[in-house]
């Protein structure tokens, strides 16, 4: 039953108005305060707005009419009454502007058989903070049925491979992805011939019979053509996000100087960033970053553009896979913001060593301790005595937060790149808990399948070159860690004790540290300690 | 064989602003064309064309509408021939002008159909069909778009026509069918209905040109529904069939007659990309299932010796947005820190009223769940839109509510398609609505409804009050 709308008071004194325009139609939806029409009230325009929700029965107003207070101007069929209720009008009657008349036409009003439904399947959220993958191989072609937790295809993201898996049950029909393709979430994978349990098929049965199929009714407009509609007015910026609130010009400066506009804070009405601020926010990097090297690249500015290399010599390029990309700009940053230091020294563990070979080789059955293994619990027990090392430092508001717990990343040399799987709880585990795990996270990082949590949460982190080689390194702190034990190769060396020559096996150690956390004399008694731990071993018992 | 540093492919509003950049900046380019004359889609067979008869167009319809002001002309008389040398005339100066600045600025221009041999080598074919090879470090392709003529319309009957065929302005046919309710179908059907065609548009979608705000399309459809004799909306065209009596299309749509014959039928479903024919196959480009050329924000493709640039490089297929590519290409080239971050393309529609609108729509902000408000000044209360006796203008903001910051603007009314040059500005520039509202407008312009409207977003507008709810 259709509902009288009249025409409100529209202003004091006034008692009627002249139609200037109709703003509705009948079969149009309108919602409270959908403006229906404008009228002219003696000196203005006011704009009338619907009290009533629903689907405009009638309009019985035209421009030009004299229409007094009460009077009808249109009838609705209110929703919610006996008339089926209208969708939103207008999502489902304007394709986007961009898209082609294929996918306009695809999602709704399916040309499958009753009892399923196409779905474009696109890419989920894979771990917090990853919003790109790389697809590594997929799994699945077109023709093949797939269930919920079917792996589409395996994507290596920053560190790790991941499978991404249906979560539909049906029929693969197009396939959108290949190797080597660098997809985003949210953008198509699959397409997936969806099977519907039970209902019938959602789809009104409207226009479109098949327009997916180029072939039969003459009518269908072929896939490929971009609708004329009306050009598309709108460029999305590069990741989605609203764009920062700058000027061409601005942005251009922003770009030459290699400077994130998103990190400036824009001096002009309402927060637009300037020029000026720009140049302002350079400055302030320049001057505020702690003196290095006298190097001008503090990480603002853009890298220099290479050289032909291939003028002196013979070149070959390769793609960086994510892995070292991630570690590059991760590295960057640690190298830029953190003031490292780095303490070496060396551990006496000739009995240490003696007694793991010896341990070893009695218990073949049981997991192989190595010195990593052994470093973990000794790293523990020296957090222990010096809290500030198993820390994370705020700069921004002067605080520095102290972990009760003692999660250790291992840094694990991969084909594919660097990467630190991390123990967790290292304080409660024996060491031959640790050293089963560590095999395995090893295992796991050749094979790439660690996932995003097996590397995150570390409070320390130890690097092991031990295996190939030298004596001393200056390994990178791993933010928002403040410390890392880098281990070399042990190598005997002759000592004097008690006036008698003898050989002990030295272990160099070399402990980087964020001197914002730590200060020198703290890490030096921290190595020492940790040294000494190594020694007199029954120390980590 | 013939070396070039640089080859621009094609020479529309992308291609020769790219050859004129890179000459500007010292490169040595040579252009390639094959049409009579350089200029593109956009000056021989479309943009320019179009408007020099949407400018007649509007001058007879005004004519008309004089009479309710008492002054009454005659029925105009159209002398076509004199018409289309208007039209040819226009496309001629301009054609003539680009031939007139390669040689001032030393941009070689070949007219030839050009088809890359591999990435670094292209086939010239030239009318005559002699043949050469042409070298280059890099090549700019810009070989545009076509109008989509399905098969089952392409009936070999040349009344039914493409755009192309419609600007060739061969008669003023009584009863014209356009198939199509987007920009060109209007625009077009606009010319001719001016003319004394009976024109019927038949859109396949739910509204004419889908994807703009029914805010702006509303009142254009008022005014195009007085001047069409039908508009028929979710209505297709199943086919057409060449008869004697016209072109018998059958129709298939609620309300519509099943059979209606036609004079001359103008089909204007879309463009496509023109990347057939022309030795991509050839090179290292990638393609999307368009057909469009993949680029990066540099314009670059998967070729590195090959950029893309214009409608062969993607959507929008407008002509402003291929000139502005051109720029980034040849900067891409020389090094420069140029990338597409373009925040408005304007759209503009050149029908009467003309819409325009930029930056993102209501629509838009509403499915990216984009937070905004939207405000509607009516140009009812624009003293200049009285005078011009045009008050079914609308003038509406996008804005970001925090900052009041300017994500789009929409109008329709007459000479909207200059009005949005102030809103691309704002958006681009990244102005909020306090900007716009303080910034003086001259009086009595159609200027002062963008002014107004940011006034309605800030408090009230001085023309036009708003009831507070509550």
Not at chain 1, 270 to 289: K, L, N
Not at chain 2, 218 to 238: G, W
Request: proline letters at 6%.
């Amino acid at each position: 039953m259709a509902t009288e709308f009249k025409l409100p008071e529209v202003a004091e004194g006034v008692e009627s108005v002249d139609v200037v325009e109709v703003l509705v139609s009948p079969g149009d939806t309108v919602e409270q305060g959908t403006i229906i029409l404008e009228a002219e009230t003696g000196k203005s325009v006011a704009e009338i707005e619907c009290g009533l929700a629903g689907t405009v029965a009638e309009v019985l107003v035209s421009p030009g009419d004299s229409i007094g207070i009460g009077a009808t101007l249109i009838t609705v069929n209110e929703s919610g009454s006996s008339t089926p209720a209208v969708p939103p009008a207008e999502p489902a009657a304007e394709p986007e502007p961009a898209a082609a008349v294929e996918e306009a036409a695809a999602p709704e009003p399916a040309p499958a058989p009753a009892g399923s439904e196409t779905i474009d399947f696109t890419l989920p959220e894979v771990a917090e903070g990853v919003e790109q993958i790389d697809v590594v191989e997929v799994h699945v072609s077109v023709g093949d049925s797939v269930s919920v937790g079917t792996v589409i295809c395996e994507a290596e993201t920053g560190k790790s491979v991941a499978e991404i898996e249906s979560q539909h049950d049906g029929t693969i029909t197009a396939v959108h992805i290949a190797a080597g393709d660098s997809v985003s979430i949210g953008s198509k994978l699959v397409t997936i011939d969806a099977q519907v349990s039970g209902s019938a098929p959602a789809a009104p049965a409207a226009a479109a019979p098949s327009q997916a199929t180029p072939s039969p009714a003459p009518a269908a407009k072929p896939a490929a053509t971009s609708k004329p509609a009306a050009p598309n007015a709108s460029a999305t910026s590069a990741d989605g996000r609203a764009p920062a609130p700058a000027g061409p010009a601005t942005r251009r400066l922003a770009r030459k100087l290699g400077v994130d506009l998103y990190q400036v804070s824009g001096s002009a009405r309402g927060g637009r960033i300037t020029i000026e601020d720009v140049e302002a926010y350079v400055h302030g990097r320049m001057t505020s970053a702690a003196p290095s090297g006298g190097g001008m690249s503090l990480g603002i500015a853009a890298p220099q553009p290479l050289p032909d290399f291939s003028k002196f010599g013979p070149v070959e390029e390769e793609k960086l896979n994510k892995v070292y990309q991630a570690a590059a700009a991760n590295l960057s940053t640690a190298w830029i913001t953190i003031p490292h230091v780095t303490q070496h020294n060396l551990a006496d563990i000739t009995e240490l060593e003696a007694a793991r070979k010896r341990y070893v080789k009695d218990n073949s059955d049981k997991p192989k301790i190595t010195m990593t293994a052994i470093m973990i619990k000794a790293v523990v027990g020296a957090l222990r005595t010096f809290p500030r090392v198993n820390s994370s430092i705020d700069v921004e508001s002067g605080r520095l937060i102290l972990k009760k717990y003692y999660n250790i990343g291992v840094a694990v040399d991969t084909p594919n790149g660097l990467v630190v799987p991390v123990i967790r709880n290292c304080d409660q585990k024996n060491v031959l808990q640790v050293a089963a795990e560590l095999t395995e996270l090893a295992i796991k990082a050749r094979d790439r399948k660690l996932k995003p949590e097996d590397m995150q949460g570390a409070s320390f982190t130890i690097t092991n070159l031990g295996g190939i080689g030298g004596t001393y390194f200056t390994p990178i702190v791993n933010p928002p860690e403040v410390a890392i034990l880098g281990m070399s190769r042990g190598q005997k060396e002759l000592h004097l004790e008690d006036g008698k020559v003898v050989e002990r096996l030295m272990l160099p150690l070399s402990m980087s540290y964020d001197h914002r956390a730590i200060n020198g004399a703290d890490a030096a008694r921290f190595i020492v300690k940790l040294s000494g731990s190594l020694t007199n071993f029954f120390e980590l018992f | 064989m013939k070396h070039a540093q640089l080859v621009v492919l094609g020479g529309g509003p992308g291609g020769y602003p790219a050859a004129f950049a890179a000459a500007d900046h010292g490169m040595n380019v040579v252009l390639v064309d094959e049409g009579k004359q350089p200029g593109g889609v956009c000056l021989n067979r479309g943009c320019i064309p179009s408007k020099a008869l949407l400018h007649v167009a509007k001058l007879i319809n005004e004519s008309r509408e004089s009479a309710e002001w008492g002054v009454t002309f005659q029925p105009p008389e159209i002398d076509i021939d004199k018409l289309r040398d208007f039209k040819n005339g226009v496309v001629g100066n301009l054609c003539g002008g680009i031939e007139g600045l390669c040689k001032q600025r030393g941009v070689e221009l070949i007219k030839a159909r050009g088809t890359f041999v591999d990435s670094t080598t292209l086939e010239l074919r030239s009318a005559d069909g002699q043949t050469s090879q042409l070298t280059f470090d890099h090549c700019i392709v810009a070989i545009g778009s076509i109008p989509t003529m399905p098969g089952f319309f392409d009936i070999g009957d040349d009344r039914v026509m493409d755009s192309t065929g419609a600007l060739e302005l061969k008669d003023v046919p009584s009863r014209l069918l356009v198939v199509g309710g987007g920009y060109i179908g209007l625009e077009m059907g606009s010319v001719y209905a001016a003319l004394g065609s009976e024109v019927t548009v038949v859109e396949m979608s739910a509204g004419i040109l889908p994807g703009a705000d029914r805010d702006l399309v509303n009142p254009l459809k008022k005014v195009l529904t007085e001047h069409f004799s039908a508009i028929h909306t979710n209505t297709k065209v199943a086919g057409l069939k060449a008869t004697d009596e016209g072109i018998v299309a059958s129709l298939e749509g609620d309300g519509v007659d099943p059979e209606m014959t036609f004079d001359r039928v103008l089909i204007s479903i879309g463009r496509r990309p023109n990347s057939a024919n022309c030795g991509l196959e050839n090179t290292s480009v990638e393609l999307d299932e368009r057909g469009f050329i993949k680029i990066d924000r540099n314009q670059r493709t998967a070729d590195p010796k090959l950029l893309a640039i214009g409608d062969i490089a993607g959507e929008p297929m407008l002509a402003h947005k291929a000139t502005r590519e051109a720029k980034i290409a040849v900067e891409t080239l020389l090094g420069e820190p140029a990338e597409f971050d373009n925040i408005a393309i304007p759209a503009v529609v050149f029908t009467d009223p003309e819409l325009a609108w930029c930056g993102i729509t209501e629509n838009e902000a509403k499915a990216q769940g984009i937070e905004y408000q939207a405000v509607r000044f009516p140009w009812a209360a624009s003293g200049r839109a009285q005078t011009l006796a045009r008050t079914e203008g609308v003038t509406k903001l996008i804005v970001e509510p925090r900052h009041q910051r300017v994500l789009g603007v929409g109008i329709v009314g007459p000479g909207a398609g200059e009005m949005i040059a102030e809103a691309v500005i704002a958006v681009e520039m990244g102005a909020t609505a306090r900007d716009l509202a303080d910034s003086i407008h001259a009086h009595p312009t159609l200027s002062e409804t963008v002014m107004e409207a940011a006034e309605s977003v800030i408090g009230q507008p001085t023309h036009f009050y708003r009831r507070k709810r509550g």
